[in-house]
């Protein structure tokens, strides 16, 4: 008997077909895309993406189990599609990954065919929506009967599937709206990022105190015609603190003397003052290979007291304000009933309050330290807690794949 | 500084050379074998030192430019190698590996880096240190697992006997592919609490989905059997992705938006 060469579409069916099918998805969604000449996919919000999504997962472990022989139903759930779909996924990202995924220009050919809004587009979501079915059928598989052996399987997939599909069928539930406070006072309207109409928030922010803490300044050799600034001889970012040598080429520095918190005084020596008002002064000794030497105060001034650089031949050595070390905003938040809760608000550490979290978010930069407005960022995603879930049982699965992989490998040799 | 970078990467690469060039040689003479692991992992101890040098002068943990970030998996990277020796008896993959960790030591000796001890705010989290660490061993170990493939591509092209060498590959893939999860997801984790949400397809995401996605192919590709000598190949290129994620993502048109950003080099 002759082994013949399969034909597309003979069955079993397998990669062919399989890539061949994921390319008819990338086009038709591409398609779309183009016909409907930008416009988005329809947004679901609570709780009919929660209907839509059980319905779906109901619809997809149904056809599992009750198709779990049927040929097409068994190619539909297996891996050669399973590994397509991933390809398509990873070139839909790698569009995703190389073209800025900015508001494009309205009308060009990357914005008719969603490249630069790549994530919300048609095709992608298409080919998430098919992935979903596909690891979905392979799931309702291992599933049932469920056997302990498959429970690294189940983990990983289940995770992944609830992860992804809740991330995505989630979206348009999740809010951002960023609240700008001034000290001493309230604000409870939040804006989106492309809108200048505010949103009202179902509380309120006071804002007690905004403070920021910055690193030290920062020492700097320059020239004031041209910006240019000089690298010092260790080429390193150089913090000024008491006792610090910096060198330059012909030029010695020692600072003196640091008071991070000063303001000028009476003949010329600065004198030490509160973190809220004072800025940094440092007193340099400038050596110079001619032999020159003298001594100076120098300061980074702020809004309210003058920069004051020395001056070395043509150029400028000066103290530059450190960047931000931390901001943080002590404010009071009241619900509609109006029962206040204060807190502090830092990166990386938002509070939650009535479903919301709360996070520090910016202030004004042009004033700096002595900025009056702190920028709130308010943020609600009820779908959350199902895709941190789904993330714990991706880690989980993990653990058990790593320790399998281990017991194998000892098994084997 | 007193104790500076070049001084330590010249002592890191004559130890990895000597102790290379002494394991050649203790082929022939088995009583070298003892001295040449001590230089090469002398080698590693000497950068493993440097970094606890510099953490303690930066006062923060030296893993935020992509130099630094350099500098850990020049330590780690052969410690992969002799691991893998230990393991699998497999003697050759730790001279590709000191290789490796010399060639990055290179790149920072050609593009030194301003010192600088500050820290973003963004940055100064509890999540910091187990996010970047668990993706360097991951990196450490895919580049050892591509490394591997590469080296089982040449032997099938010179039709040489190669038993465990797919098995090894495939182990450190499968080893990096569940770092790489962690990574993934500890990073999500951490933009919930830094920037708000865990996930905004910010470019050096996108590309470390793509890297995830890459080895996830490939542990499917290798479960559905499909000849595994020709997944060498697929192994020994899926590296260029993780690549991209690691030093490429900056000169793509799409990092301008990036809050990945705090690389000098």
Same mark, same amino acid.
């Given at each position: 008997?002759?082994?013949?060469?399969?034909?597309?579409? $003979?069955?079993?069916?397998?990669?062919?077909?399989?890539?061949?099918?994921?390319?008819?998805?990338?086009?038709?969604?591409?398609?779309?895309?183009?016909?409907?000449?930008?416009?988005?996919?329809?947004?679901?919000?609570?709780?009919?993406?929660?209907?839509?999504?059980?319905?779906?997962?109901?619809?997809?472990?149904?056809?599992?189990?009750?198709?779990?022989?049927?040929?097409?139903?068994?190619?539909?759930?297996?891996?050669?599609?399973?590994?397509?779909?991933?390809?398509?996924?990873?070139?839909?990202?790698?569009?995703?990954?190389?073209?800025?995924?900015?508001?494009?220009?309205?009308?060009?050919?990357?914005?008719?065919?969603?490249?630069?809004?790549?994530?919300?587009?048609?095709? &992608?979501?298409?080919?998430?929506?098919? &992935?979903?079915?596909?690891?979905?059928?392979?799931?309702?598989?291992?599933?049932?009967?469920?056997?302990?052996?498959?429970? $690294?399987?189940?983990?990983?997939?289940?995770?992944?599937?609830?992860?992804?599909?809740?991330?995505?069928?989630?979206?348009?539930?999740?809010?951002?709206?960023?609240?700008?406070?001034?000290?001493?006072?309230?604000?409870?309207?939040?804006?989106?990022?492309?809108?200048?109409?505010?949103?009202?928030?179902?509380?309120?922010?006071?804002? $007690?105190?905004?403070?920021?803490?910055?690193?030290?300044?920062?020492?700097?050799?320059?020239?004031?015609?041209?910006?240019?600034?000089?690298?010092?001889?260790?080429?390193?970012?150089?913090?000024?603190?008491?006792?610090?040598?910096?060198?330059?080429?012909?030029?010695?520095?020692?600072?003196?003397?640091?008071?991070?918190?000063?303001?000028?005084?009476?003949?010329?020596?600065?004198?030490?003052?509160?973190?809220?008002?004072?800025?940094?002064?440092?007193?340099?000794?400038?050596?110079?290979?001619?032999?020159?030497?003298?001594?100076?105060?120098?300061?980074?001034?702020?809004?309210?007291?003058?920069?004051?650089?020395?001056?070395?031949?043509?150029?400028?050595?000066?103290?530059?304000?450190?960047?931000?070390?931390?901001?943080?905003?002590?404010?009071?938040?009241?619900?509609?009933?109006?029962?206040?809760?204060?807190?502090? +608000?830092?990166?990386?550490?938002?509070?939650?309050?009535?479903?919301?979290?709360?996070?520090?978010?910016?202030?004004? $930069?042009?004033?700096?330290?002595?900025?009056?407005?702190?920028?709130?960022?308010?943020? !609600?995603?009820?779908?959350?807690?199902?895709?941190?879930?789904?993330? &714990?049982?991706?880690?989980?699965?993990?653990?058990?794949?790593?320790?399998?992989?281990?017991? !194998?490998?000892?098994?084997?040799? | 500084?007193?104790?500076?970078?070049?001084?330590?990467?010249?002592?890191?690469?004559?130890?990895?050379?000597?102790?290379?060039?002494?394991?050649?040689?203790?082929?022939?003479?088995?009583?070298?074998?003892?001295?040449?692991?001590?230089?090469?992992?002398?080698?590693?101890?000497?950068?493993?030192?440097?970094?606890?040098?510099?953490?303690?002068?930066?006062?923060?943990?030296?893993?935020?430019?992509?130099?630094?970030? !350099?500098?850990?998996?020049?330590?780690?990277?052969?410690?992969?190698?002799?691991?893998?020796?230990?393991?699998?008896?497999?003697?050759?993959?730790?001279?590709?590996?000191?290789?490796?960790?010399?060639?990055?030591?290179?790149?920072?000796?050609?593009?030194?880096?301003?010192?600088?001890?500050?820290?973003?705010?963004?940055?100064?989290?509890?999540?910091?240190?187990?996010?970047?660490?668990?993706?360097?061993?991951?990196?450490?170990?895919?580049?050892?697992?591509?490394?591997?493939? /590469?080296?089982?591509?040449? +032997?099938?092209?010179?039709?040489?006997?190669?038993?465990?060498?797919?098995?090894?590959?495939?182990?450190?893939?499968?080893?990096?592919?569940?770092?790489?999860?962690?990574?993934?997801?500890?990073?999500?984790?951490?933009?919930?609490?830094?920037?708000?949400?865990?996930?905004?397809?910010?470019?050096?995401?996108?590309?470390?989905? /793509?890297?995830? /996605?890459?080895?996830?192919?490939?542990?499917?590709?290798?479960?559905?059997?499909?000849?595994?000598?020709?997944?060498?190949?697929?192994?020994?290129?899926?590296?260029?992705?993780?690549?991209?994620?690691?030093?490429?993502?900056?000169? +793509?048109?799409?990092?301008?938006?990036?809050?990945?950003?705090?690389?000098?080099?």
């Amino acid at each position: 008997m002759v082994d013949l060469p399969r034909r597309l579409f $003979q069955s079993p069916w397998e990669f062919r077909e399989a890539g061949l099918f994921t390319a008819v998805a990338v086009i038709a969604g591409f398609s779309v895309q183009y016909a409907g000449l930008g416009i988005g996919i329809p947004q679901a919000h609570l709780p009919y993406n929660a209907l839509f999504l059980g319905l779906f997962a109901l619809a997809v472990i149904s056809a599992g189990l009750a198709f779990r022989n049927n040929a097409f139903v068994k190619w539909l759930g297996g891996i050669p599609l399973g590994l397509c779909l991933i390809c398509a996924i990873a070139l839909l990202s790698l569009i995703g990954g190389i073209i800025p995924q900015t508001a494009p220009a309205p009308g060009s050919r990357p914005a008719l065919l969603g490249l630069n809004q790549i994530f919300s587009s048609w095709p &992608f979501a298409l080919t998430i929506l098919l &992935f979903l079915a596909n690891l979905g059928l392979s799931l309702s598989w291992k599933l049932v009967p469920f056997k302990v052996q498959n429970l $690294q399987f189940i983990l990983f997939h289940a995770g992944f599937w609830i992860a992804l599909s809740c991330a995505i069928f989630g979206a348009p539930d999740l809010q951002r709206l960023v609240v700008p406070v001034e000290e001493g006072k309230a604000s409870n309207l939040g804006y989106t990022m492309d809108s200048e109409t505010p949103q009202i928030i179902p509380f309120s922010v006071f804002l $007690q105190d905004f403070s920021l803490e910055e690193y030290p300044p920062q020492l700097l050799l320059f020239d004031p015609n041209t910006g240019k600034i000089f690298e010092e001889r260790s080429k390193a970012n150089i913090l000024v603190h008491k006792g610090l040598k910096a060198s330059w080429k012909g030029l010695d520095i020692d600072v003196l003397d640091f008071i991070p918190y000063a303001l000028p005084g009476k003949s010329g020596v600065p004198e030490p003052a509160d973190r809220t008002a004072g800025i940094p002064f440092a007193k340099i000794r400038i050596t110079s290979t001619n032999a020159t030497v003298r001594e100076e105060w120098i300061t980074t001034g702020s809004p309210f007291v003058n920069t004051k650089d020395a001056q070395v031949g043509s150029l400028f050595l000066g103290i530059r304000p450190g960047t931000p070390k931390a901001f943080r905003s002590e404010v009071t938040v009241q619900d509609e009933t109006g029962n206040p809760s204060k807190a502090t +608000l830092e990166v990386n550490h938002p509070i939650n309050f009535m479903g919301w979290k709360l996070y520090q978010m910016g202030y004004d $930069q042009k004033a700096g330290r002595w900025s009056k407005v702190s920028l709130i960022e308010v943020i !609600r995603d009820p779908w959350l807690p199902a895709v941190y879930l789904g993330f &714990f049982m991706i880690m989980a699965g993990n653990i058990l794949f790593f320790w399998n992989g281990i017991k !194998r490998t000892e098994g084997a040799s | 500084m007193i104790v500076n970078f070049t001084n330590a990467a010249i002592a890191a690469i004559t130890c990895w050379t000597l102790g290379t060039l002494m394991s050649i040689l203790s082929r022939r003479t088995p009583a070298l074998k003892l001295p040449a692991f001590a230089l090469s992992f002398g080698g590693s101890l000497v950068m493993a030192a440097f970094i606890a040098f510099y953490w303690v002068l930066l006062d923060r943990p030296p893993l935020r430019t992509l130099g630094e970030t !350099r500098l850990w998996y020049a330590t780690l990277i052969p410690l992969v190698g002799f691991l893998v020796e230990y393991r699998w008896k497999i003697d050759w993959l730790k001279y590709y590996c000191m290789a490796l960790a010399a060639f990055f030591l290179g790149i920072n000796m050609l593009h030194p880096e301003v010192f600088d001890k500050t820290l973003m705010p963004a940055l100064q989290s509890p999540w910091f240190i187990p996010h970047v660490i668990v993706y360097l061993v991951g990196y450490v170990l895919l580049a050892a697992s591509s490394v591997t493939a /590469l080296h089982n591509v040449s +032997l099938q092209v010179r039709k040489k006997e190669n038993l465990t060498g797919e098995s090894v590959s495939h182990y450190l893939a499968l080893l990096g592919f569940v770092l790489l999860s962690f990574g993934l997801i500890f990073g999500a984790l951490w933009a919930k609490e830094a920037w708000g949400h865990y996930w905004t397809w910010d470019p050096k995401e996108t590309w470390a989905f /793509l890297s995830w /996605l890459a080895y996830l192919g490939y542990l499917h590709a290798w479960r559905y059997k499909i000849d595994r000598a020709k997944l060498q190949w697929y192994l020994a290129l899926s590296f260029v992705v993780l690549l991209v994620c690691w030093f490429g993502v900056n000169y +793509l048109p799409s990092a301008a938006n990036s809050v990945h950003t705090y690389s000098q080099s």
